[in-house]
């Protein structure tokens, strides 16, 4: 099988020895595809948009990338037990490589503030799963203290193993490139642990000679839930965008390191704008992301809007968009923003009817 998963693709660059067992469901390798309708937006020569698709993930998210390097150092420290607060694809991912591991998992999450196909698949991989009613923030702060009291590792972004995995995903883009490194770099930010990750990788394939030059980082928070951008932490954030719904980012300040090591930018976009980014993925590129995912495409289209993009010489300018997650980890937004379905009675004229086609049949050519 061509995909052997990120530690062993990618062992060179981790902190992983022959002593460690690895614990894999063969993440990685995710599509790198290419997106026309967005590098039109772009309103400049030579621009061209690739869509990191995450999604393709085994949970259906990037954070299969860190979780299997922290699972991994887990087993090999000879842990019972793991533990996270969630909005959802944390959970998800501990849950299922805990389960590959033959290790419990444990789950605190903020009480409806978490989209149910995450929250299905947390439970189906059988994690104990525990609501408070509070936030995100509160949730990392209890099993930040559980942690550190009994023998149950965190697996949170803090855990510096879940950056050391998800960087891999800096590797890919490059290797999919042909050796090159993209021009700029967007990436939805909450826990901000993503775009440290990405820096992370990036600098480092640089210092390996694989790269001459690194990318310009391009994060995105909702923008009522965006402390980075406003300075501060949000008490109450607020988005549909669960998924980078946290008030008190984790790793606020690598995020910032990687926003101004790069001269690049951490800004805001709206739900609004989230969400028509979401729909636009879907229906004109087909592919089908999480809502918090498109926040990087948002931001793309914002900028785009604004005239950012400036062709500086004869040679293509690449922007790659991360898309986080699948959009099944949100079915119920999904149903929201799509046009609803019709019933009829199960006959051809009623179906004809609805799909607009009264008419007579149009003749079909012989062989068609």
């Known amino acids: 099988m061509n995909n052997r998963g990120i530690i062993s693709k990618y062992r060179h660059y981790l902190p992983v020895t022959g002593k460690t067992p690895i614990v894999s469901l063969q993440e990685g390798n995710t599509p790198l595809i290419p997106a026309s309708s967005l590098a039109q937006m772009a309103n400049a020569r030579g621009i061209s948009v690739y ?3 995450e999604g393709a993930n085994p949970t259906g ?4 990338r860190g979780m299997t390097l922290a699972i991994s150092k887990a087993k090999e420290a000879g842990s019972k037990a793991v533990i996270c607060a969630s ?4 959970s998800a991912s501990a849950a299922a490589y805990a389960a590959r591991a033959g290790i419990k998992c444990f789950v605190v999450l903020p009480k409806g503030a978490i989209a149910l196909g995450k929250l299905a698949q947390a439970m ?5 799963v525990i609501a408070i009613e509070g936030n995100f923030d509160q949730a990392l702060e209890i099993v930040k203290v559980i942690s550190s009291k009994y023998n149950v590792t965190l697996v949170n972004s ?7 995995g998800q960087k891999t995903g800096a590797f890919e883009i490059v290797d999919a490139l042909g050796g090159r490194c993209p021009d700029f770099h ?3 930010v909450g826990n901000a642990g993503n775009i440290t990750a990405y820096w992370k990788g990036y600098k480092e394939y640089k210092r390996a000679g694989r790269i001459l030059r690194l990318p310009r980082m391009m994060g995105w928070q909702a923008a009522m839930s965006a402390p980075i951008v406003i300075g501060k932490p949000v008490k109450n954030p607020k988005t549909i965008a669960t998924a980078i719904k946290i008030g008190n980012p984790a790793s606020w300040k690598s995020a910032v390191e990687a926003r101004d090591e790069s001269q690049g930018m951490i800004g805001t976009v709206t739900d609004k704008e989230i969400l028509a980014a979401y729909r636009h993925l879907a229906q004109v590129e087909g592919v089908f992301c999480e809502p918090a995912s498109a926040a990087s495409v948002a931001g793309f289209i914002k900028l785009a809007a604004a005239k950012f993009f400036k062709q500086q010489s004869s040679l293509e300018t690449v922007v790659v968009c991360i898309l986080t997650g699948h959009g099944l980890k949100d079915p119920d937004r999904a149903l929201s923003e799509s046009v609803k379905f019709k019933t009829c009675k199960p006959a051809v004229p ?3 009817k609805l799909m607009g086609l009264d008419g007579k049949p149009a003749s079909r050519k012989r062989g068609s």
């Open 51 to 53: 869509l990191k698709y």
């Open 61 to 64: 998210s990037f954070k299969d």
């Open 87 to 90: 909005t959802g694809n944390t």
């Open 124 to 128: 189906m991989h059988g994690a104990k």
């Open 158 to 164: 803090i855990n510096p193993y879940r950056i050391e």
């Open 186 to 188: 967007f990436i939805p």
């Open 350 to 352: 009623a179906v004809m």
